[in-house]
Each structure stands twice: as structure tokens, then as C-alpha cells.
């Protein structure tokens, strides 16, 4: 059964950093590229980033770029997203996502973490 | 980046009811349209991937056709535990991008 259990997220000032983390299992998670995606209180879904499956490459909404950075563990099943320089609208509950497909370059989030709060305010 | 359109916003409907929301790219995607469902508080799921194909384990009361611009998700028969959010993804291009969702309300 595949599995994704997300943390590290909380309430932060503007400007502050926070560490997301996702731990997977259930799957051969070297094999799969991961995602982020975002859901504001109240709003509609946005997708983050994404990762592939070795690391080699990763990918940014624009209202991220240069603030947030994507990673992976691959000896520990576990992928991240490093926030930086936060604000106000990157509140969001924040929710880990699984690849469908390996390594066909298409974005097809099969699976679901139940996500983390990220609250940005002063 | 492409933008998906979906309506309606919302919708009434009833146990029963035929329900169709429709989604549109602002450019051509061929089929490379997902759908997802969710419900308040609940990480979303995984409907149905390149414009028709059922995920696993989803029932046959949903279907989903179209391609290029212009799709359609669809539920034959409402059942009580499809009320919910639904929302479009667009796969062709990075970013994704995910209509604005269409919450199913019972009427």
C-alpha cells in the first residue's frame, strides 16, 4: 500500500524558512519523480514542484522560483521541500504527491500525502 | 503556462441525477487530462488519467472523455459519497495546471 505522510510544517513570520518533509513507502520510490502541491484556505489546487526520480532534475511554479527548493533521500524514501524568503499567500496546506508513471515526463499525481499547514503571518 | 477552464463552479444535483462538468485547455493537449475528486479536509484522489482511462478501484459511475481543447468528466448515477470537489489537470506541459474545481452539492 502506498503511503505518504508529510511534516515539518507550522506557523512561520514573512521572511522565515520552514523544511517540508515526505516519507514514502509502499513503492520503489527511486523510480518515481515527486511533487508539492498547494492548496490555500478555501482555494483551488496549485502545483509546487517537482523532482524525478534520481534528484537530476527538478522544476518550479514561478511564484516559488528562487525561494523554494526541492529535494530527495532516496536511501531514505524521504523527499523535502526547502521554503525560504516566505510569505503571506504561501499559506497553504501543503500536500506530497507520487508520479504515475515513471520516467514519461508527464505530471499524473496518483497518490496523496493528507498534507501539512504551512501558516505564514507576523 | 495553459489555463483550464472548468464549469460550472458548482453544481445541485441529486442521488441519481446524471451529473457532467466539462474542462477546457486554452490550448491543445491531446489527451493528456486527469481528474481528481476531493472531499473537505481530505487530500485529494485520482479519478481518471489521459481523458478516459478509470484508475484503479474508482467505479464505473464515473467516465471521462474528450481531446484537444475539450473534455468531460461524468457520473452516471449519483451515489451519496460523490459529493465532493472535482478538479481537472492538465499533463501536456510543465507547470501543471489544475482547473479551479467544481463542487457537487446536494440539491
Known amino acids: 500500500e502506498v503511503q505518504l505522510l508529510e511534516s515539518g510544517g507550522g506557523l512561520e513570520q514573512p521572511g522565515g524558512s520552514l523544511r517540508l518533509s515526505c516519507a514514502a513507502s509502499?513503492?520503489?520510490?527511486?523510480?518515481?519523480?515527486m511533487s508539492w502541491v498547494r492548496q490555500a484556505p478555501g482555494k483551488g489546487l496549485e502545483w509546487v514542484s517537482t523532482?524525478?526520480?534520481?534528484?537530476?532534475?527538478?522544476h518550479y511554479a514561478d511564484s516559488v522560483k528562487g525561494r523554494f527548493t526541492i529535494s530527495r533521500d532516496n536511501s531514505k524514501n524521504t523527499f523535502y521541500l526547502q521554503m525560504n524568503s516566505l510569505r503571506v499567500d504561501d499559506t497553504a496546506v501543503y500536500h506530497c504527491a507520487k508520479d504515475q508513471i515513471a520516467g514519461d515526463g508527464r505530471v499524473n499525481f496518483d497518490y496523496w500525502g493528507q498534507g501539512t499547514l504551512v501558516t505564514v503571518s507576523s | 503556462d495553459i489555463q483550464m477552464t472548468q464549469s460550472p463552479s458548482s453544481q445541485s444535483a441529486s442521488v441519481g441525477d446524471r451529473v457532467t462538468i466539462t474542462c477546457r485547455a486554452s490550448q491543445t493537449i491531446s489527451n493528456y487530462l486527469n481528474w481528481y475528486q476531493q472531499k473537505p479536509g481530505k487530500a485529494p484522489k485520482f479519478l481518471i488519467y489521459a481523458a478516459s482511462n478509470l484508475q484503479s478501484g474508482v467505479p464505473s459511475r464515473f467516465s471521462g472523455s474528450g481531446s484537444g481543447t475539450d473534455f468531460t468528466l461524468t457520473i452516471s448515477s449519483l451515489q451519496p459519497e460523490d459529493f465532493a470537489t472535482y478538479y481537472c489537470q492538465q499533463s501536456y506541459s510543465i507547470p501543471p495546471t489544475f482547473g479551479h474545481g467544481t463542487k457537487v452539492e446536494i440539491k
Open positions: 509502499g513503492f520503489t520510490f527511486s523510480t518515481y519523480a
Open positions: 523532482v524525478t526520480g534520481n534528484g537530476a532534475d527538478t
